[in-house]
């Protein structure tokens, strides 16, 4: 699933604002620039302080949103949440555009996760059941800038899209097991929206305006499956081989726009839209070479042929940039991720230390554009209970604007992420 945002470029709100203004608010409503990439990317500050390498191992409550197949390691009731914060920065580069785009950052604090997880055993097979909720969208904004010398352009966002996942594992043999969980998208724990936006503009004459587009009833079902194999073992030694397959799905939402100005008469309409998302596959590998220290690798690859949108008269465009059309191809990705975790181990509890890089590639209009980063963790381990935190570094260079709507320009990305969880064991 998407990555906090899950991962979602701000970028995002100022193709939606650009548009509005080249447009002047005309009488069709666009398509929604829902472009935020779904990247089949997990929760949780153990996982990420790994790098995101976490298919092959999937040991705690957030397996069910990195390979259900682990859930079945879990020996005891657990409940877990976890919260984030983002912080990103954009340095523009408008080119010849004649847009002011200065350079622009959000920070934000959400939850992002939180589970229950009970094990249990039917005929005689060992069973884990789980309930989770996952951030995937966030869509809180504000952006200030000018169109040339004419008109300044105030814009806000706010919103977002979670999912509620039943996720179940069990045993098959004593060194495979298989899990499944249906994730169901809504946008029902924010409120009554998914996104809801204004753009203010006023223009060097006097004259003003706004528009307000309100995203609602997002709904969307999809299903992970994922199997988890012990390929190997001697001793503390083991190598265990993950694979975790997500389905397409499509999403639906519903648009409400109103237009007022002080010159005109207002303006409303409403709208339906259908977003296709891509299939993705994703495997790993995790080797355990003694009690203290283990690596992990993972990857995944996304297809991202079917991403596009329909609208209630049947037109079809691609999610990227503004209204593209549906036969512009758009490259499937492939990322890499690399971890590790070193345990030190004391007489009442246990603290972890762990590492990694990854290559996490978005889909473009041209080339895929390149997104690298690491991370880092740490925590302590009772009996009882577990804290961990993690600090997540991601970033592209030269992003090609096209992708967003903003042709001829170009931006740099840095995303700082922290993440903090409480896991509770009974």
């Not at 500050?45 to 957030?62: P, S």
């Not at 949440?81 to 604090?109: A, K, Y």
């Not at 899209?161 to 809504?186: C, D, E």
Request: proline share 5%.
């Amino acid at each position: 699933m998407l990555h906090t945002t899950k991962n979602l470029f701000f970028i995002l709100s100022v193709s939606f604002v650009i548009s509005v203004t080249q447009t002047s608010f005309a009488d069709e409503i666009p398509p929604p620039p829902l472009n935020a990439v779904p990247l089949p990317v997990g929760s949780g500050a153990r996982a990420l302080g790994q790098g995101g390498a976490f298919i092959a191992v999937a040991d705690d409550a957030t397996a069910a949103s990195w390979n259900p197949g682990g859930l079945v390691q879990l020996e005891r009731p657990e409940l877990s949440v976890v919260g984030s914060l983002l912080s990103t920065q954009q340095d523009f580069d408008s080119g010849s555009t004649g847009f002011s785009l200065g350079n622009e950052s959000v920070s934000r604090g959400d939850l992002n996760y939180a589970s229950v997880v009970y094990p249990l055993k039917v005929f005689g097979k060992n069973l884990v059941a789980a309930l989770n909720y996952q951030q995937i969208y966030d869509f809180h904004m504000q952006l200030d800038f000018k169109t040339g010398d004419m008109v300044d352009v105030d814009f806000e966002s706010k919103g977002g899209v979670g999912a509620l996942t039943p996720a179940i594992s069990m045993r098959v043999t004593p060194k495979l097991s298989v899990g499944v969980a249906v994730n169901v998208f809504t946008d029902e724990f924010f409120g009554d929206y998914a996104w809801k936006a204004v753009v203010k503009n006023t223009e060097v004459d006097g004259d003003n305006a706004f528009g307000r587009y309100t995203y609602k009833n997002f709904q969307a079902v999809n299903v992970t499956t994922g199997l988890l194999w012990h390929v190997w073992e001697k001793e503390e030694r083991r190598l265990t081989f993950g694979a975790v397959y997500d389905t397409p799905y499509t999403a639906d939402v519903d648009l409400e726009y109103n237009f007022g100005s002080n010159i005109g008469s207002p303006f409303h309409q409403r709208g339906h839209f259908e977003i296709d998302y891509p299939m993705s596959f994703g495997v790993g590998l995790a080797f355990r070479s003694s009690d203290a220290l283990s690596f992990s690798t993972d990857v995944t690859w996304t297809d991202w042929t079917e991403f596009e949108q329909k609208d209630e008269e049947g037109n079809r465009t691609r999610p990227l940039g503004y209204v593209t059309p549906a036969d512009r191809d758009i490259d499937d990705t492939y990322a890499v991720r690399c971890g590790t975790e070193y345990l030190i181990f004391k007489q009442k509890f246990i603290i972890p230390v762990r590492g990694g890089l990854f290559y996490e590639p978005r889909p473009s209009l041209g080339d895929p554009t390149d997104v690298y980063g690491f991370s880092v963790g740490s925590g302590i381990t009772f009996k009882r209970f577990s804290l961990d935190g993690a600090y997540q570094f991601r970033w592209a260079n030269d992003v090609d604007g096209e992708d967003f709507g903003l042709d001829g320009t170009h931006f740099d990305l840095t995303e700082h992420m922290f993440l903090a969880s409480v896991i509770v064991y009974f």
